[in-house]
Nanobody, 129 residues
Framework: VQLQASGGGLVQAGGSLRLSCAAS????????MGWFRQAPGKEREFVAS????????DYADSLKGRFTISRDNARSTVYLQAFSLEPEDTAGYYC???????????????????????WGQGTLVTVSS
């Protein structure tokens, strides 16, 4: 399984970015996809997740409204659009894939890193003030 994240870079505060994560080696449409981030010296934190069909999404409460997750199952790619970026958003951003093992589940069950089976290498986002 490979999850290749891209789209990071240096952006000024108030700017926006779109991150992409291309997946291979897995049945993409059967996986919940998530984005996490990790700033230097801090723990990895949940950003957003999206259901297999793309019809349902979940966001970290503190980030709701500034980040949008989407997916294109035909392209095996998940996206994270970030708006109104702040210096506090500076971090490595990681995509992850979670296989669904239960018939009944909620998208909010996928906020913990331990729920995910596969991880990408991350893409660095630096927001300057």
């Amino acid at each position: 399984v490979q999850l290749q994240a891209s789209g990071g870079g240096l952006v000024q505060a108030g700017g926006s970015l779109r991150l992409s994560c291309a997946a291979s080696g897995l049945w993409f449409a059967s996986n919940i996809m998530g984005w996490f981030r990790q700033a230097p010296g801090k723990e990895r934190e949940f950003v957003a997740s999206i259901s297999r069909s793309g019809g349902d999404a979940d966001y970290a409460d503190s980030l709701k409204g500034r980040f949008t997750i989407s997916r294109d199952n035909a392209r095996s790619t998940v996206y994270l659009q970030a708006f109104s970026l702040e210096p506090e958003d500076t971090a490595g951003y990681y995509c992850a894939a979670a296989r669904v093992r239960a018939i009944g589940y909620s998208i909010t069950d996928f906020r913990e890193p331990g729920r995910y089976d596969d991880w990408g290498q991350g893409t660095l986002v630096t927001v300057s003030s």
